[in-house]
């Protein structure tokens, strides 16, 4: 009986001073409180969460909080799972962001968790008024809100990224991660600010997320495989790309993309795969699908650009050695906001193969879209625009 009872009060204790090894850990227990940055609370519950060996739950409850730049680390004993329901905001200055490229950096964890009905605020409008990058291609990068780095079997769910001061997330060598009723928000005159930027990853699932911002909805680096984009709301911003690629010389190949069931309005573009000439880059991109789309005012709906070269930032001389191939697009309704609703820039030295169209219906001022191509044929089925040189 007396070992019981000791046995009992230690657990208590054990709980009242934050050494639970499994359970909630609201942040609060750490010294975080509403109105107060809670960057040393946060580090201190991850520190506490990742040496647990059974599963824990950072909770930062409803309130508003500020942070500023927190990079948080495995590998970790057991799944963690960090539930904001407040508001997260970050410093309005740059400077006091101490030049990190990430707000909230999660690096090398299995079994990573972000969920709740919370919002990560930016702050992004100041410093989007005294950065230049939308005239500088030299200019100092920003801050992004999210860098998710080397995290497998992990998901980021119902949380809403806001005004980041650059990419809101990009996701570097992950493994079976997804994104799913996530939602982004920024004003299309937002520079630079990419909604998730996904690098060198693998299985990597968008779902059900609504994208607004000032840049790509979604943009694929190089290196990825199997990527699946579902049920996603994009608009303002600048559509869905594949690259750009070939500006590097040590880029990786890029096999497998899905985009399902989307829609596009009041995009720039919409469905696009870009690449850069003049490059002595090799690599391939092969695999990509996009089916049942719906354009709503969208601006170069459907396009291949293999002389991809913003601000003239390169010579348009030598043609792009990159090999396009096995690329569909089928169901593709909606309204153009120009007359080429389909544009097939492709390489000389590389033509694009196995490009394929299959009902893309799109219109313009209520006539039919035109289709604009170079060095690529491709097969269509049901009613689509035919290719003009």
Known sequence: MKFTIITIFFSLFLVDFGFAQQGDLDISRFGGKPNSDISQAFLSAWTQACASTTAVKIVIPAGTYQMGAVDVKGPC????????????????????????DQWLKVQHVNSFTLSGKGVFDGQGPTAWKQND??????????????GFNFLNNSIVRDLTSKDSKNFHVNVLGCNNMTFDGFKISAPAESPNTDGIHIGRSTDVKVLNTNIATGDDCISLGDGNKNITVQNVN??????????????????EAVEGLLVKNCTLNNTDNGLRIKTWPSTPLTITVTDMHFEDITMENVSNPVIIDQEYCPWNQCSKKNPSKIKISKVSFKNIKGTSGTKEGVIFICSSVAPCEGVEMTDVDLTFNGAATTAKCANVKPVITGKAPTCAA
């Open 234 to 251: 994009c608009g303002p911003g600048h559509g869905i790309s594949v690259g750009s690629l070939g500006r590097y010389d040590n880029e």
């Open 133 to 146: 990058c939308t005239t500088n291609k030299n200019c100092k990068m920003l801050c992004m809100n999210f």
């Open 77 to 100: 004993k057991a799944p963690i799972e960090v539930q904001v329901d407040g508001t997260i905001q970050a410093p309005t200055n740059v400077v006091n962001l101490k030049g990190a």
